[in-house]
């Protein structure tokens, strides 16, 4: 009977002892780290101009009326960030820095946009957690071309990238968005 | 009567009750959040917002260090830990708040890298960045003979009506200086931002379920839980293998 006791208590006191660096290792881990730290800076705002526009021009800004707010809240679900949206042109060419939330954060974009259709589009600050591919050229070169069709839609479909779902959104949304104030300019 | 020979023990069945043992509650809530979020639409889990004060800290969400701000008239433009907040509210823009003034009916909040130029309801106007400013970092903020001027480098600019252009000028006047935020404020401010930064309840058990939200030590108590799973299974296909012969 004493056996039957003891044993199952060695067996314990022996594994643990065999675990307890293990333990003290896990217990060490937990008690530290920090948590996310996401922002990816791509490319600076006016390196993008000067790469697009070959210089950068004066900067002119869009007041959004009333009813130009209602087609921009159309193409957002809501309204943008600011009223007025900065914009910098030269010959045919216009390029916009445009920022709409991810999932929770800010995503910096730069389109270039001309004769009424998108030429380029980079990924300047990504600041989400998840869905940071949306940033590579390979997912970005889809734009290209892209046109305004009926409903304020691309005339062209942009494929999704698995776990990035709202972020490739938010890029389809200002490309959208892009074209639209290249129309108002 | 003798006794019978002291049963041998293997290591691997050691190995596997153990090993089972302390992964067991890994594997478990991995299972159960795996499943969660398979049905997080339907069971709406991204309506959902964790407004927990350690959870919001795990997400930076919660501001640290000792805010500073100042009034504007009646509103209250505050800076806490890189965040700027306009009575309460959070305003979108990047840097560490340098100052704010009010220009004919608009309200003007500037921090080292970013100037913001908000209506009388508080909705952002226009949003300037490195592009539309003088070189950065900025360092003072001011208004003279009903022109905004930001100070950087030593320098002061004076910027156009529509803020769009600026030129170098000469500022006599102090520029606007923060105080540190009395209690009042300070708790409102404080209540104010764990009630409106909270986050989707799909996006905790996510991170929860990948391990991120514990930082590193998540990220590898999980990668051990999965390890687990994979000699686990070895040595219980070992047991079997042996039980059969």
Known sequence: MANLIIKPLTLVSATASRLRPLFFVIALLLSGGSAFSAERIYQKPSDFIRESLGTIPATRALSLNAGQQKVVRAILGKRYKTSSIRY????????????????????????????????SVKVLVYRETHGWEV????????FRGARLAQGMQLNKGVKNIAGATLSVRALTKLARLALYLETLK | MSEPPPRRRRPARLWHRWLGLAAALPLLWLSLSGILLNHAESIGLNDRQVSAAWILKRYHQLPGGDPRGLRIGDRKVASWDGLTFLDHELVEIPGELIGAVALRDELVIATDERVAILDGSGAMVLDLDELSLPPLPLEAI???????????????????????????????RSSVALQPLAADDLQELRTAIQTRRAMPLSRVILDAHSGK?????????????????IVLTLLGLRLLKRRAS
């Open chain 1, 135 to 142: 940033g590579r050229p390979s997912f970005t070169k889809q």
């Open chain 1, 88 to 119: 910098w042109s030269v010959g045919k060419k216009t390029a916009f820095i445009l920022e709409e939330i991810g999932k929770t954060e800010y995503i910096t974009t730069g389109y270039l946009v001309s004769g009424g259709k998108i030429s």
């Open chain 2, 142 to 172: 001011g208004v003279e003979s009903g022109r905004l001027f930001l100070s950087a480098g030593g320098s002061h600019y004076r910027f156009s009506d529509d803020f769009l252009s600026f030129e170098k000028g000469t500022f006599s």
């Open chain 2, 213 to 229: 939200l514990f930082g590193w030590p998540g990220w590898l108590l999980t990668d051990l839980a999965a390890l687990s799973v």
